[in-house]
């Protein structure tokens, strides 16, 4: 008993042509691939888009402290304690806390090098706790969001996963358009007995998460191995991205920010840190206290982290990127001078810098508060739902001991304009294109080889 109706069974022949079928079909194996990874991606991005909550709460006894007036503790004091707590430990970072409530964070490097966050009392100097940085919930999350755990090549895999979402999007939308059926444009049909009902559920459910799903994958390509690095030594060497005229009034090494710093901007991490100058002999650095003194004074936002000096060449450095983007800021200051050599905020970046941090921060769900997080996670459900969706439809469908995908179809022959949205994506993303090649070569084997079977 079929799931159509005669007016769709009608309307769904006189509309398979050959361009159809073989749109179909590409869905049909760019989902076969893409969805598991993007169901990986939709849940572990639905988990850090409430970090800060989930901190809040898996982490209450290192971030929060009571508040005791008039008794807090010098900072460089803080960071003494906090080595304390890790026998031959180096720091090499330090938070102040955020609020009157919050804990101290220094990071530390132990004797095996193995990086740690030292949580401290700012009114008592007590360790609160130690939390390697590997070991972080959200510092795992986000390594299985990226598959950063399984090495390059994986992160490579993610990169061609977001590329292929965009497709996938395309690709959707042609098959959804409306062709003169009843229903299934809008409104779901059937039951969930029925495979009409799951193919309306998908066909509608990824209508209305298309612009979603497109705007994530755009977002996302910035952190990826090829496509993001190229992109950002583009718009750095353009100067669309940071201000490179900054660093060329200021002694700079050939080191970039991101091999130095904890934590940077995506438009900073090919940026040179800049040097302290040594003036003279006997020399002495500004204490840590005085460093967090000028920081305060130039007004930064609370919740900055400060990487400190690495070696006599080194500079203080605090950075912040708050829910804001408007408010992202970084300061770097001569460890002896205690001045400013570099004040960068977000209305210094480049055009291009200034659009990849906006929609780098819409998709972390920072700027736009509660309701940009509700509105990503409804997504992310939302994009889990397709792939049950799109499984459960393939299940109802497939033929007893067959994949059941949709067939070669005769006539191959690809509308102009659908070939020039498949190169312009190809130039855009050039490793989907080599992919796309591969894909092509391998379907058109497989189109010889069933034109052989079946002759």
Avoid at 70 to 78: F, T
Avoid at 98 to 117: I, M, P, Q, W, Y
């Amino acid at each position: 008993m079929t799931d159509m109706t005669a007016t769709d069974v009608s309307v769904a022949s006189s509309s398979y042509s050959g361009l159809y079928k073989a749109v179909w079909r590409w869905h049909f194996y760019a989902g076969l691939l893409v969805l598991p990874f993007m169901i990986s991606l939709a849940v572990t991005g639905a988990l850090y888009l409430f970090d800060d909550e989930l901190d809040a709460v898996l982490y209450r006894s290192q971030l929060q402290v009571e508040q005791v007036v008039d008794a807090k503790v010098s900072h460089a004091d803080l960071v003494a304690a906090a080595l304390t707590a890790v026998p031959e430990g180096k720091s090499f970072s330090y938070a102040p806390p955020a609020t009157e409530t919050s804990s101290a964070r220094v990071g530390v490097k132990d004797s095996t090098g193995e990086r740690l966050f030292v949580y401290v009392n700012p009114y008592s100097a007590e360790v609160l706790g130690v939390i390697p940085r590997e070991g972080h919930i959200m510092r795992m999350i986000s390594k299985i969001h990226s598959l950063a755990y399984f090495g390059k090549v994986a992160n490579y895999v993610i990169e061609l996963v977001a590329c292929w979402a965009i497709m996938l999007t395309i690709t959707g939308i042609y098959l959804w358009w409306p062709r003169g059926q009843a229903g299934g444009v809008v409104t779901v049909r059937g039951t969930p007995k029925k495979r009409l009902f799951w193919r309306d559920t998908h066909a509608v459910l990824g209508l209305f998460t298309a612009g979603f799903i497109a705007f994530l994958a755009m977002t996302g390509l910035p952190w990826s191995v090829w496509w993001g690095a190229e992109a950002n030594k583009l718009a750095a060497e353009s100067g669309l991205g940071y201000p490179p005229a900054l660093w060329d009034e200021v002694p700079s090494s050939t080191v970039p920010s991101a091999e130095v710093m904890e934590t940077t901007s995506w438009s900073l991490e090919n940026a040179p840190m800049p040097l302290s100058t040594v003036t003279g002999a006997g020399v002495s650095p500004i204490s840590l206290d005085t460093a967090v003194s000028t920081f305060n004074q130039l007004a930064i936002t609370p919740g900055y982290s400060i990487d400190l000096p690495s070696g006599a060449e080194g500079v203080y450095s605090a950075s912040i990127f708050p829910d804001l983007v408007e408010n992202q800021r970084m300061i770097h200051l001569d460890q002896y001078s205690g001045q400013p050599i570099i004040d960068l905020h977000y209305a210094d970046y480049g055009p291009v810098a200034k659009v990849m941090e906006w929609g780098i921060n819409v998709h972390m769900g920072q700027e736009f508060g509660l309701v940009n997080q509700l509105v990503l996670l409804l997504a992310c459900l939302s994009i889990v739902m397709l792939a049950v969706s799109g499984a459960v439809m393939w299940w109802k469908r497939r033929p007893a001991g067959g994949l059941g995908a949709p067939r070669i179809p005769a006539d191959y022959r690809i509308a102009r304009g659908v070939l020039l949205i498949a190169l312009a994506l190809c130039l855009i993303f050039p490793l989907m294109g080599a992919s796309l090649i591969v894909a092509l070569i391998i379907d058109f084997v497989i189109t010889r080889v069933s034109g052989r079977k079946a002759a």
